[in-house]
């Protein structure tokens, strides 16, 4: 045999054909270390699981006995844990102290906040637990803080409304359904007014707005309005009353209107008279009240005094609304009070709104934060020519989602005029996220 010669060498590479080994043995090995693989891949995934949920429990042993401000770090510290978390923080909502059921709530709606850079499917397993969750605890909440978990149930019907899938729509039914409970609840769940436990037979609960408001005719383009012109502010006036009396008939029963006292009706068999407002008597200010035969109404007044006083009266309007700005009008368009909503639409109509411009104001006035997003979005898409007056309305509203998507679009219209409504919200804005948005959009521009 030559040097280099390897003929009579076996090949390493070759498979055993002697029937020394098995030919099933290399499969068996290969199929045994695959599920060891296997079995160590699933350990890791149930100890990652279940060591978030150690934690949370971990967290949570002894929480009632502690102090607030620990109460709110043991919190802050199980919001970071994902779903495991969504339970504690739920159930810190019924929490004794105020404070502590706020930080839960805040924890929660940044949860939320956090839940949309996720795919749908996994943030809808967020969402449906959290809604699982409220609706464990719906007839348990104080009625001081339906407002906060409503809020949460809002957010969740938002993120929900417009998805095609089965899941989906189920979460959306059944977010619906918690929120109604909430709204109108048949337990006996601590109230605001009396800490004693309430008759099961006789909730005290009142029926809010669980739905937004129609916004099919504000989303329409042809249906956005410009603000007010000024030229239509100033030619508006009192709308004439068709039916003036006449001089000859008789004379009606009047109102004797004071700043000082209640208004009462004045016959016409009376005669009224007024005397000067005097510091040094003031049983003066009485109107005395004469009464006389069948002679006509007629109203005499004293001679003024040296000293007397003069007092002004034309600041008496002849509606509650005249002296409020446009925005403050545009708030009692969603009081509960049917007449009151009928007076500031009444108002609006003569400072020159038309019916499109007060179906917008009505909607900013909704106190549905669901609605009033939609509003704002709605505002973004339309072909509006001054939308200013509106952003700058609903940049002061009282929800942060609200405020937070304001500026948002308002970042985009690269608007001076916006861009200094933004400096001057930044002086008012106590909120420190929304603070940090504004901050950033002025910045930026």
């Excluded at 043995?25 to 149930?46: D, E, N």
């Excluded at 802050?76 to 709530?105: F, K, M, N, W, Y």
């Excluded at 005097?278 to 006389?292: F, G, R």
Aim: proline residues 7%; hydrophobic residues 35%.
């Amino acid at each position: 045999m030559q040097s280099g010669d390897f003929t009579n060498h076996p090949n390493p590479f070759a498979l055993h054909v002697d029937g020394n080994r098995p030919s099933r043995s290399s499969f068996r090995t290969a199929a045994k270390f695959f599920a060891m693989i296997t079995l160590l891949f699933g350990v890791t995934l149930a100890v990652g699981s279940q060591s978030r949920q150690w934690i949370v429990n971990r967290l949570m042993s002894g929480f009632s006995e502690l102090q607030v401000p620990e109460k709110q770090q043991r919190l802050a510290q199980i919001s970071e844990l994902g779903i495991p978390a969504i339970e504690p923080l739920v159930d810190a909502i019924l929490d004794p102290e105020t404070e502590v059921a706020r930080t839960a709530c805040e924890l929660l709606r940044q949860s939320q906040n956090h839940w949309t850079s996720f795919d749908w499917s996994d943030s809808r397993t967020y969402h449906e637990e959290l809604v699982k969750q409220l609706a464990r605890i719906s007839s348990a909440i104080p009625e001081g803080r339906t407002g906060w978990t409503t809020s949460l149930i809002q957010q969740t019907i938002m993120e929900s409304v417009q998805k095609d899938d089965a899941a989906s729509k189920n979460l959306y039914n059944f977010a619906s359904q918690t929120l109604g409970s909430m709204s109108l609840s048949t337990g006996s769940g601590p109230s605001v007014l009396d800490t004693q436990p309430l008759d099961q037979n006789a909730p005290v609960r009142l029926m809010v707005r669980s739905k937004p408001l129609p916004v099919a005719d504000a989303e329409s383009f042809g249906a956005w309005t410009d603000w007010p012109t000024p030229q239509s502010r100033e030619t508006s006036s009192h709308i004439p009353s068709d039916e003036q009396p006449s001089q000859e008939s008789k004379p009606g029963a009047s109102v004797y209107r004071s700043s000082a006292s209640k208004l009462r009706p004045v016959e016409s068999g009376e005669n009224i008279v007024l005397r000067d407002i005097q510091a040094t008597k003031p049983d003066s200010l009485a109107a005395e009240t004469v009464p006389v035969s069948a002679s006509p109404l007629a109203v005499t007044q004293s001679p003024p005094a040296a000293n007397g006083t003069i007092v002004p009266t034309s600041y008496l309007t002849d509606s509650a609304f005249e002296s409020y700005d446009d925005q403050s009008v545009i708030h009692w368009l969603g009081s509960e009070e049917a007449s009151l909503r009928q007076k500031a639409k009444l108002e609006l109509m003569r400072r020159g709104f038309s019916a499109q411009q007060i179906e917008i104001a009505t909607q900013i006035a909704s106190p549905d934060s669901a609605s009033r997003l939609a509003l704002v979005d709605a505002i973004a898409r339309s072909r509006i020519e001054n939308p200013r007056p509106w952003l700058a309305i609903l940049l002061n509203d009282s929800y942060r989602e609200v405020r937070l998507k304001t500026i948002s679009v308002i970042a985009t219209m690269n608007d001076p005029e916006m861009m200094q409504t933004l400096r001057s919200r930044l002086e008012q804005e106590r909120d420190p996220i929304v603070n940090a948005r504004i901050r950033r959009v002025l910045k930026l521009r």
